[in-house]
Every structure is written in C-alpha cells, then in structure tokens.
C-alpha cells in the first residue's frame, strides 16, 4: 500500500496491483499454517467491506480472484480463467492435507518413542525414581527448609527430561486436534475422499493419549528392553539446551550429527539427540529465536496482515535441505503446489551433501519422503543432469 501527500495535507491511499493476491495470500495461510478458518475467512470480510461469508470462502478456495483496477484503485471479484493462471493463489488441498498428515504421522511416532523410552527406564527401577541427597540438605530439611529438596528435585537432569517430554507430548495433542479439526473442515469443504488421512491421524493421537495417560497412572505392563535409550535421551536434552541457550550456530556437517537443515549457502545447523526430541523442529525454532528465520514473510508493510511465519515450513520453502543421519529430504521444489516460486536445490547443498554421504555413510544415502535407498553416485549424476527429473523422482508427493 503506497501513500502520497498532496499541498493541502491531505494523504492519499492506493492499495497496489498485488492488493487481491497478498489478501488471497494471507487468507490461505490463516488456513493452512495457523490452522483457523474462521480468521481465514474474517481476514477477507473484514478487508472487502460487504463481502459476504459464502463469496468470501470461494475466494480463499482460489474459485474467485481478486484483480485490482489500476485506473480506479478498486478491487474486482472474479471467477476464476484459464488467463489468470497462477497469478492468484489457489490451495493445493492433496497436497496440504497429506503434509499434515505426515506431521503429524512423524511427530507422533518421536513423542511415541520417547514414552516407551521411559516406560522401560520405570520397569526396569521397578517404578522406584532414585536420588541422592547431602546431608547438609537433609539436615536443613529436618530443620523445616523444604525447599532444598524441591530445588534438587527442579534442577536434576532426569526430572528436567521427563518434564520436557510431557510439556512436548501435551503440546502435540492440542496442536494436533486443532490440526485434525482443520483437515476434517478443508475436506469437508473442497470435496473429495480424504477421510482414510484423517482416520490415521485420530488413531495416532489417540494413541499418543493413551500411552502419555497410562505412563502418567503408571499402568504399563512390566517390560525390560536392555538398551540405554532413555540415557542417551536424557544426555541429548541436556546438550540441546545449552546449544540453544548460547544461540544456534553452523557445525561441521561432516561431524555426522543427528539431524539438521542445510542452507543454500552450505551452512550446517544441526544437533545430536534421540529421535524423541524432534531435533528438525527445535533447529527450525533455534534458527528463529536466531534470526536467520523472519518473524515476518515479507516488508514490514505485511504485519498490518500476516501472523509469525512457521519456522519449519519457512526453511522447507526457502529451499533448505532437511537431514536425518543419510536420510536426505528437500521440499523447494513443491513450491509451486502453494502457487509460490519453486527454490531449487543448490549446487553448493549438493556438494555437501556429496561430501557428507560418501565420508559418513558408505556412500548410501535415502532420498526423499519415501526414504528410497540410493547410491550418491546415482543421486548425484541425476542431480548434474536434470533437476526436474531429481524432483520427481525422489521428491515429488
């Protein structure tokens, strides 16, 4: 929206070409990313005085477009043609859904991991949780100071842990009821036959429940599974929260650490811990606090409209390079599904992927969604040749 000010004072608005397609814009991610369709649909009404509800949800499917007259300044409803083309955003409803689907598909199977994690550290100290205490804190607590003993109890490392998993498990399971809610509202809405998607996710999140509910009420069968799991878990919470204390910063990824995102430019951020911790996220977080995320996709002007930008789909879209051990995932290319630019992967990521793949994995590397087993060699010549065909072989839905 650009001003300008005449001699008499008076100031004058015209609201820009891309008006219609910014709202568009803002109205889709209401929907999509901060999950509130009623928002969604108020960002529009309240943005074209008069609109009524049943026109304003056909403009946030796409059905209508909102060209600008640039003679008049005004705003013009239209159904949407073949010449519009992608100019004007329209939800990739497969897409989004199956993308939320897998969130929430993948996430559950972490926090999964971690309460079965702590359920066999319980059983195997037969439900007895051990700690040692000075006895100069035993004596102060004789003496009526209880509050050595809670401050023992709030700086252990286990207790912190264990803290953490149900803060992040409780977390879950309201993000993922407001999800499951949104992808019922969006199928319901476009049509089409999704209900197998959102049938899986219910069953995860009841899953995740009842397992966070029986590891709460201590009523899990007695099981011992010889490993140190729940060791390594705890140890990985410790280190991830003085890295990201101190400020995330690039690694060498040839230090083959758990997971992290690779930049563009090359640039490593990355942690080591258990699958539990859901390390993307918390790097994706990390690289927010730091920073090199926006609060806010675009210029300052956009605030007047756009909620905080989604740290994890930010990187996805900009082009960043999601790894696992030599799992391999890269989302630009999708781009285009949100009628944004595709980003392609560059040929620095390339290198280091190179690189990273033959000193640290045997020259083995699983690309994509589908985890497709792969030599470097291979991914690497289909990568010099044609990125197109890399896209959608490995990384296309």
């Known amino acids: 929206m650009k001003n300008q000010t005449k001699k008499s004072g008076v100031l004058h608005f015209t609201i820009g070409n891309e008006f219609g397609i910014l709202l568009m814009n803002i109205a889709q991610e209401h929907l999509i990313y901060s999950y509130d369709p009623e928002k969604a649909i108020r960002s529009i009404t309240d943005s074209l005085m008069g609109c009524p509800e049943e026109l304003a949800l056909q403009i946030l499917k796409g059905d209508m477009v909102l060209p600008v007259d640039e003679e008049t300044q005004q705003v013009i409803c239209r159904t949407r043609e073949p010449e519009h083309g992608n100019l004007f955003p329209m939800i990739d409803v497969d897409y989004q859904l199956k993308r939320m689907h897998n969130d929430i598909i993948r996430n559950g199977n972490y926090l999964r991991t971690g309460l079965f994690e702590l359920q066999n550290k319980i059983s195997k100290n037969e439900g007895k949780f051990r700690i040692d205490f000075d006895y100069d804190q035993i004596f102060k607590f004789i003496a009526g100071n209880d509050d050595v003993i809670l401050d023992e109890l709030e700086v252990n490392e286990e207790v912190q842990s264990i803290e953490q998993l149900f803060s ?19 199928y319901k809405t476009w049509g089409g036959d999704y209900s197998e998607l959102v049938e899986e996710c219910s069953e995860m999140l009841i899953e995740i429940m009842s397992t966070l509910k029986e590891t709460l009420n201590l009523d899990f069968p007695y099981k011992v599974i010889e490993n140190d799991a729940v060791i390594n878990y705890i140890e990985a919470v410790k280190e991830i929260d003085i890295i990201i204390s101190k400020g995330i910063e690039p690694v060498n990824i040839m ?11 090359g640039d490593y951020y990355a942690l080591n811990g258990e699958i539990g911790n859901m390390l993307h996220i918390q790097i994706a977080d990390a690289l927010k606090e730091k920073g090199i995320i926006p609060l806010y996709e675009d210029d300052e002007d956009t605030k007047v409209y756009r909620e905080e930008v989604n740290p994890y789909a930010w990187l ?8 696992h051990e030599n799992n391999v995932q890269f989302a630009g290319n999708l781009n285009v599904r949100l009628d944004k630019p595709i980003v392609h992967i560059t040929t620095k990521q390339l290198e280091v992927i190179d690189e990273y793949i033959r000193g640290c994995h045997q020259c083995e590397i699983k690309v994509g969604w589908r985890r497709e087993r792969q030599s470097i060699g291979m991914f690497m010549g289909i990568a010099m040749k044609d990125l197109t065909i890399l896209y959608k072989r490995y990384f296309d839905f």
């Open 168 to 186: 992040v498990t409780k977390k879950y399971i309201e993000t993922t009821m407001k999800i499951k809610s949104i992808m019922e509202w969006i």
């Open 316 to 323: 996805e879209q900009h082009g960043w390079v999601n790894i």
């Open 255 to 265: 230090d083959n650490w758990s997971a992290g995102w690779l930049s563009p430019e």
